[in-house]
């Protein structure tokens, strides 16, 4: 498969390293020549400094009848006619990252009529997140797979909870769900089922598999220490900040926003009548006691600034807010924000990325989202000719590195356990090391 990427930040150059070290075809043009220099160096893949409004840079490129075009440059305008583009020189599918919310109404574009196939929103994306966060208060991630019928929901273990995790995670075990631990140096030895037996340990990650329709039962089980969230505070009114209120408006959950701009906060209070918006300062102690922030059950910091947003969390923490969920971009180590003591941080650029690497993978795969810098999780139909439609899963043998979290055969959703036979054309969520995710597809396929 031959992917263009077009952009050379973040996203951008994520997409290219994952796709390469995934053996596909990668050619990545930008207008930063430092960064394409860097790419260079680190990628064989063909990069090319320039616009794709420049002729030379299209031919050179081998844009034509290419099978994807993937425009994430930092201009909407230019992912859009980057992506028409693309679409005169045959590629195959276009996506394109476009940020404002105005391109997004069909009244003023039509993406599709345009050539763009698949639309990437971040903030939309990031706002979907924060919601599922909230409707699983002890998670620190949460994503949901196989046509929604599944969540995948995260939970890292430190100091604080380690010993309370251990007794909570044998109850959710009996209730018949999959729970998969990673070791913190994420070697190809550690990715293992939960086991009662053998105890969680510090800097672990825990992914617990449940049923959309069953959430509820887990959320129980964890209900002593995180009750249900019933309001909320928002620190940033910008584009995520609206994504966010339009989805809560009719939830339920009373939210108050804090937004310096006065025309962001007028703009706001006109749209949003059931929401209080609040023009101030979310860093500013006095206006944050005023409002009671000792009695909100969770406290959002989505402002454009990362360190902003992880000051003004911490400062929500200090003063009793029991969940905070905190938005940035910059690429973090990864378990940096729970030693510091925040619960859950929403990765802009990580959102972005995976949505479109789903979106990639979707022309041999049913998705797949990176967890780490070592390990993604997988969705596959299964093929006819595999062989784990031929015996039990205790008989077949799988590929080290990985392990079948969940099964969707018709409206059923099971947990496996060793004995179990896969049929054919079930949907199966696997969880694997980066290494031998080929391995896996091929497994699957027969």
Known sequence: MRIVVYGVGRVGTKIAETMYEEGYDITI????????????????????????????VVESSGMKDADIFIAVTDSDEENIIASIIAKNQNVRKTIARIRNPAYLNEVMLDASVIGIDHVINPEKEVANEILRLIRTPWASEVDSFIKGKVLLVEIKVNNDNVGYLNTKLVEVSETGNNIIVIESDNSIKKLRLFDQHQR???????????????????????????????????????????????????????????????????????????????????????????????????????????????????LAKQHGVKKAI???????????????????????????????????????????????????????????????????????????GAIIGAISHGEEIIFPKKDFRVEANSEVLVFAHRKVARAVEKYFKG
Do not use: P, W
């Open 200 to 314: 969680v340990k510090i800097s672990e990650h825990v992914f617990v598999l449940e049923r959309v329709t069953d959430v509820g039962k887990v959320n129980k089980i964890f209900g002593d220490a995180y009750k249900k969230i019933q309001n909320v505070m928002i620190a940033g009114g910008g584009v995520t900040g609206s994504e966010l209120l339009s989805i809560l408006e009719n939830s339920g959950i009373k939210t108050k926003l804090i937004e310096q701009n006065k025309g962001i906060c007028n703009s706001l209070s006109k749209k949003f009548k059931n929401s209080m918006i609040l023009c101030g300062d979310a860093t500013d102690l006095a206006l944050l006691l005023s409002e009671n922030i000792e009695k909100i059950d969770c406290f959002i910091a989505i402002t454009g600034d990362d360190e902003e947003n992880v000051m003004i969390s911490l």
């Open 29 to 56: 043009i930008g207008d930063n020549e430092k960064k394409i220099e860097q790419i260079q160096k680190t990628l064989d893949v063909l990069s090319i400094v320039g616009r794709i409004g420049d002729e030379h």
């Open 326 to 400: 905190t938005k940035i971009s910059k690429d973090y180590e990864e378990d940096i924000m729970a030693r510091i003591g925040l619960d859950a941080a929403v990765n802009l650029n990580k959102v972005t990325t995976n949505k479109i690497l789903q979106f990639v993978r979707r022309q041999e795969l049913l998705a797949m989202s990176i967890l780490n810098e070592n390990l993604a999780i997988m969705e596959f139909v299964v093929d006819e000719s595999s062989k784990i439609t031929k015996k039990t899963f205790k008989e077949a043998q799988f590929i080290r």
